[in-house]
């Protein structure tokens, strides 16, 4: 199984894909500039079978409660696929195909495939979850790490999005099932876009990203000093239990992003 790095170019837009570090996006340069921080941790990073933070590390499938290791104790965090090696299915110049077996310590057999696909002036990413035998719960996401300020310095980013309503977030981090006004940041937490998820990320004078899903969850989080979070996913923190996605044997879980960049 190759687990090398696989770059995609078009245009003045590079894309580094690790399928051996989660199958993340570990680079994505614009005419030589680097939009995401860098690290093992960092990039972009798909979040598979789940999103955010499982409240204990259970959820509830059927009858049977299930046990997810606390790696973010007390809760279980991001799922496991970004710690995980992935497979290279395919590569062209500009997009590839990349697939993850879920195995213990998820119950359930299936597998994700992940789609990069690079343009001139965007990157659509596209997740896809389909089961080996019965249905379960699963949810899909993007957690990247955007450079609050690019190479070359300026001004720092600025965050735009009209959200419906934000998750009111208790002491645990969780969202305690209330919807309130959205909140003036920093933020890190969930918010609604029923129209579907649309957030600008503008570096003055540089940069603007917009970032787009058909999903209407979003999560922002701007609490660190090298970077801001924007992540289209397809339902809330802890949503394995509050607002459960079921993958069927006849219809996948597939959710897709596309991020469209211009010059300012």
């Known amino acids: 199984m190759s687990t090398e790095d696989v770059i995609l170019t078009a245009g003045d837009a590079e894309v580094t894909v690790q399928p051996g570090n989660g199958c993340r996006i570990g680079s994505l340069r614009v005419g030589g500039v680097e939009l995401l921080r860098q690290g093992k941790k960092y990039g972009c990073f798909p979040m598979v079978p789940w999103c955010g933070r499982i409240r204990d590390g259970r959820f509830r499938d059927g009858a049977v409660v299930h046990q997810m290791p606390l790696n973010s104790p007390p809760h279980a965090i991001h799922g496991f696929a970004r710690d995980a090696e992935w497979r290279t299915a395919r590569t062209s110049k500009t997009e590839a195909v ?146 459960p996605r079921l993958v069927t044997p006849i219809e996948p879980l597939e959710t897709a992003t596309t991020w469209t960049w211009r010059r300012l």
């Open 98 to 243: 990349f697939t993850y077996d879920l195995a213990d310590p998820w119950p359930h057999p299936g597998r994700v495939t992940q789609i990069v696909e690079l343009g001139e002036d965007e990157l659509t990413l596209r997740l896809g979850i389909e089961t080996y035998g019965d249905s379960f719960p699963a949810q899909a996401g993007w957690h990247p790490w955007f450079n609050r300020v690019l190479d070359g310095g300026g001004e720092p980013v600025r965050i735009d999005f009209d959200p419906a309503w934000q998750e009111e977030r208790g002491d645990d981090h969780l969202p305690t099932g209330h919807r309130v006004d959205p909140k003036p940041g920093p933020w890190d937490d969930c918010f609604g876009m029923p129209d579907g998820v649309d957030v600008t990320l503008t570096w003055p004078e540089r940069l603007e990203v917009n970032v787009k899903s058909r999903e209407q969850w979003v999560v922002v989080y701007d609490e660190q000093e090298a970077a801001v979070c924007v992540e289209p996913q397809t339902g809330p923190p802890n949503g394995l239990n509050t607002d």
